[in-house]
């Protein structure tokens, strides 16, 4: 019986997925939920498990295709033989091959090495492969090019340098030769934007059009929270499993400044103002395809320790595109901080329909006016960007002035003043 490989429902809004990478190739044998191929949509990566024990017999989609939610991908024979068990069943067991030399299956050719190949007049039977499952990527034909390259150039400078026995006074100038310079391969490469890059584009030039977005600046002296962290990490992470970091603070700062100034946690939508009671808190991480922003769904009702330990599982499943499309939809606020990569200063930009985003940044020492004498702290510029439309100048000011008082005096956070 032959099953269907379909594209399952990746969501309310996602209607179409892009191919990522196929796991197998047709003949392989696959097993009942195997995962077979990756795939992409604007919000998140996930795989697609096989539904049946069988044999991959048919690959409709190809890497970097799209498909449709409910589109058959591929087709997998559960009556069916692998490829390799197929071709030894066929074979003679007492007939030696003729010739001596092994056959070599094609290379699995990935598209980035494809367009490589094209554009060099390349084979891919002559590249080694050292992709997973013999895959040949673009690595391994940029490799190969360059050593032929280098090849090439030193026969051209073997034959052009003249013998060493003869002297060089006897040389005619006109003889003489020097190897011609050989600049690097210059190539352009095409790779289709991922749906999550997409999406990422759209949203910004999104934001930028259809809200009016202002920033506002302040700084942050580090110091308390510091001390806090230090006096407390090694307890901290002994009864919870995981490190005290600074984003369970801000988080905490973030929605005790909320609730002093709801419309920075609101959003429009029409020609109302949608207010909130709860606050589910974005927190902006690096994954292997691009930025994703999961949610701390009420977040006012989380521990510290809760905080630390879901941005921690977040940021390890982001790494491997693990991060469900359910998990990055609504939020009510954002908080990224560009500091983990260095940045000193910046204007992050609103998540719509969100009304802001606070940005933080990198811990420097800085010399700083401290009761009448210039004193070095640890200090963080942070940024509100807002919504104009909603937030008042006035407003998104004292809330990153409240902010830096709680960060300032942690203890705050436990007294609620």
Partial sequence: ??????????????????????????????????????????????????????????????????????????????????????????????????????????????????RVLSEAGMKAESVPASGPGGRLLKEDVLRHAEKAAQERLSATSAVATPPVQQPAAEVPPAATATAETVPGERYEEAVPMTPIRRRIAERLVEAQHAAALLTTFNEIDMSSVNQLRQMYRDRFQAKYGVKLGFMSFFTKAAIESLKEFPAINAEIRGRDIIYRNYFDIGVAIGGGKGLVVPILRNAERMSFAEIERMIAEFAERAKSNKIRPEELAGGTFTITNGGVYGSLLSTPIVNPPQSGVLGLHAIQDRPIAKDGQVVIRPMMYIALTYDHRIVDGREAVTFLRRIKEIMEEPARMLLEI
């Fill in 1 to 114: 019986m032959v099953h269907e490989l379909k594209i399952p429902q990746a969501g309310e809004s996602i209607q179409e997925v892009q191919i990522g990478q196929w796991l197998k190739k047709e003949g392989d044998a696959i097993r009942r939920d195997e995962t077979v191929v990756e795939l992409e949509t604007d919000k998140a990566s996930m795989d697609l498990p096989a539904p049946a024990d069988g044999v991959l017999v048919k690959i409709l989609k190809r890497d970097g295709d799209t498909a449709a939610i409910g589109e058959v991908v591929a087709l997998i024979d559960d009556a069916a033989a692998p490829a390799s068990h197929a071709s030894a069943a066929k074979a003679p067991a007492a007939q030696a091959p003729e010739s001596p030399v092994p056959s070599m299956a094609a290379p699995v050719v990935m598209p980035a090495a494809q």
